[in-house]
């Protein structure tokens, strides 16, 4: 049962590179996420997504773009990487609602120099 | 969206002694999650308040959720070196979305042997 499994797990960008983190769960939820995590910020949601086929901006979705085109995968996309978004990103799932325990993905530890 | 304190931000603490941290929002809560957040690693769900003035635990934990559901806290009684890692409440606005349910900045515990 892998639960919810991120790739990938390290990397380092040049700034103005374009990226995608992928997300998959294998849980069958409804509810996905995807959140930041800097020093003394704790997570900040950037977006999420109620079902396949939809998305909505969280607290901080400026620079990021997703997807969500099967229920399992949520891509996170960076279209011109910029340094004040190096950061580890999370993926998150929920079952029905968001008031739902959130599981959690290992994280991906991104560079941007 | 909502505020939501969460404090201390760090707690240092002798093995075997006592450790609280307390989540306080400006607005009343629908619910409230707790998660835990090992060095390295990723949230993982410990625990979900909903009632006023309920109480749980788990173990040597205890959680609360306030009268006026406006705060809660998690206490640890006799802390042991598995406890380390930093402790995060997720509380969930009335009527809130996913875009409703905001991370604290969480609260790092650092125990000395």
């Known amino acids: 049962n892998a639960g919810v499994t991120q790739t990938p797990k390290f990397r380092v960008l040049k700034t103005g590179q374009s990226m995608t983190l992928l997300c998959a769960q294998d849980?069958?939820?409804?509810?996905m996420y995807w959140y930041r995590q800097d020093p003394g910020m704790g997570l900040r949601l950037i977006h999420y997504?109620?079902?396949?086929?939809?998305?909505a901006k969280g607290e901080v979705p400026d620079g990021y773009n997703v997807s969500r085109l099967k229920k399992q995968n949520f891509l996170l996309g960076l279209e011109s990487a910029a340094p004040s978004q190096t950061s580890v990103y999370f993926c998150?799932?929920?079952?029905?609602?968001?008031?739902?325990?959130?599981?959690f993905g290992d994280g991906t530890r991104l560079s941007i120099l | 969206g909502q505020q939501v304190m969460q404090i201390p931000q760090y707690q240092h603490v002798q093995e075997g002694e006592d450790f609280t941290t307390y989540c306080n929002s400006s607005t009343t809560l629908s619910n409230i999650q707790w998660y835990k957040q090992r060095p390295g690693g990723h949230p993982v769900f410990l625990i979900q308040?909903?009632?006023?003035?309920e109480v749980k635990k788990q173990k040597r934990l205890t959680f609360q959720f306030g009268e006026a559901k406006k705060n809660s806290s998690l206490h640890i009684t006799a802390t042991q070196t598995t406890d380390v890692g930093t402790y995060f409440c997720a509380p969930l606005t009335a009527g809130g979305g996913a875009d409703g349910l905001t991370f604290g900045k969480g609260t790092h515990l650092i125990i000395q042997p």
């Open positions: 308040l909903v009632k006023s003035g």
């Open positions: 849980m069958n939820h409804e509810y």
């Open positions: 997504s109620v079902g396949e086929g939809t998305t």
């Open positions: 998150a799932s929920s079952q029905y609602r968001a008031d739902q325990p959130q599981h």
